[in-house]
């Protein structure tokens, strides 16, 4: 089995700065791409950010040049470095990881169970 732990969200003032980790954890044997996702009140759920094996990452427009996205492949770990915090960024961020449990099994999807950002004005 294997978990997806996220810490670092809070409550923090518009032109702050907050670090998102997620780890995981449990049975693996790689993982392939990790990304954040924000779901803001009465809205979908939407990619923020994601990053590959090899480190290649995209972002969504609105948190381009203020957001950072990396892992460290040997702690099975994700971050999110967010800067310029906006109210807009306000939401739940989970993170998202595609881990293979042995050589011979396929990749499956995880989720964290999410992490409150607030971005008061």
């Known amino acids: 089995q294997v978990q997806l732990v996220e810490s670092g969200g809070g409550l923090v003032q518009a032109g702050g700065s907050l670090r998102l980790s997620c780890a995981a954890s449990?049975?693996?044997?790689?993982?392939?791409?990790m990304a954040w996702f924000r779901q803001a009140p009465g809205k979908q759920r939407e990619l923020v950010a994601i990053?590959?094996?090899?480190?290649?990452?995209n972002y969504i427009d609105s948190v381009k040049g203020r957001s950072t996205i990396s892992r460290d492949n040997a702690k099975n770990t994700v971050y999110l470095q967010m800067n310029s915090l906006k109210s807009e960024d306000t939401g739940v961020y989970s993170c998202?990881?595609?881990?293979?449990?042995?050589?011979?099994?396929?990749?499956?999807?995880?989720w964290g169970q999410g992490t409150q950002v607030t971005v008061s004005s």
């Open positions: 449990g049975t693996i044997f790689s993982v392939n791409r």
């Open positions: 990053i590959n094996s090899s480190g290649a990452t």
């Open positions: 998202f990881g595609e881990v293979k449990s042995s050589s011979s099994a396929p990749y499956k999807d995880y």
